[in-house]
């Protein structure tokens, strides 16, 4: 019944159009569908995902968009990446969200004083949240790679100390501000359920975030921003470019061709063994 909500199969729609598409169902973790990777261009596609891999609990999509994804080979091919999406991952846990709040705060606060306002938002993830910076707000004829992972890691060495503080400040164990940004990485889509909690997974706005209460994310009375995939195109250009020219692209080292490892096993709920981080 979630799923048949029109406001919740068009926000899904709206972040995963372009995106390599994971899906979290009772049987397991899916990516391919026929030996093709899974895509949600509208909500035809969207339908099909639901009635061919039924039960589905959550949607996940890479941070790059693609000009097509039709084969296995396409989601590997660094030429077809259109752009890729500046996320900062805050693990925290749900009993920690005010702290979580403060840190998304001081994020925004830091954007908007580098002139990024009009394309950003907040994916309440379950445990944490996911900060996202609109990927057509970038316009330069940089590497979306590089791009995405310069300017996520060029704000997070220069929050590292506040997230710190505010660690401290509420006296939580568990407030990390990560940069998860590495290929064929994927986040959360918005209003799915939380892999394990039962929690909807809320898209915020700057301006509502003063507002938030961990009960917006209420499965029975969840509350959202509708307006969260607003952008400006080339919003995000001065602080991309002044990232990119001060710590450089995405590590050399990791970009060498090796075996890659099966999606599941990039995922952020596999990356520990134990109790995962969102």
Known sequence: MHFSRWDVRRAIVDFLRGRWVSAQTENGFRRYLNGRPLRIRDEVELEMLLRLLEPVRTFYGTIEIYKRIETKEDVFDSENVIS?????????????????????????????????????????????????????????????????????EFVRLKLEMKVEEIRRKHDVEKLILANEI?????????????????????????EDLDDFDISWTSPEKFRFSSNWNRFSIGEADAL???????????????????????????????????????
């Not at 606060?109 to 009009?118: A, M, N, P, T």
């Not at 799915?192 to 997974?201: A, E, Q, S, Y």
């Not at 990232?243 to 096993?265: F, T």
């Open 84 to 152: 890729a999406t500046p996320t900062w991952d805050i693990d925290s846990e749900i009993g920690n969200w005010r702290a979580t709040v403060e840190v998304i705060r001081e994020i925004i606060d830091f954007l908007e004083k580098e002139g990024v306002k009009q394309s950003v938002f907040i994916i309440w993830s379950g445990n944490g949240a996911h900060v996202h910076i609109h990927p057509l707000s970038i316009s330069l004829k940089i590497d979306p790679l590089d791009a995405a992972w310069s300017v996520t």
């Open 182 to 206: 590495r290929p064929r990485r994927v986040f959360t889509a918005p209003l799915c359920f939380h892999r394990k909690l039962d929690v909807i997974t809320v898209p915020i706005v700057p």
């Open 240 to 278: 991309v470019r002044k990232a990119y020219e001060s710590i450089g692209g995405y590590p050399i080292v990791s970009r060498r061709r090796r075996k890659e490892k099966r999606l599941e096993d990039m995922l952020w709920f596999n990356e520990q063994p134990s109790e995962p981080h969102q």
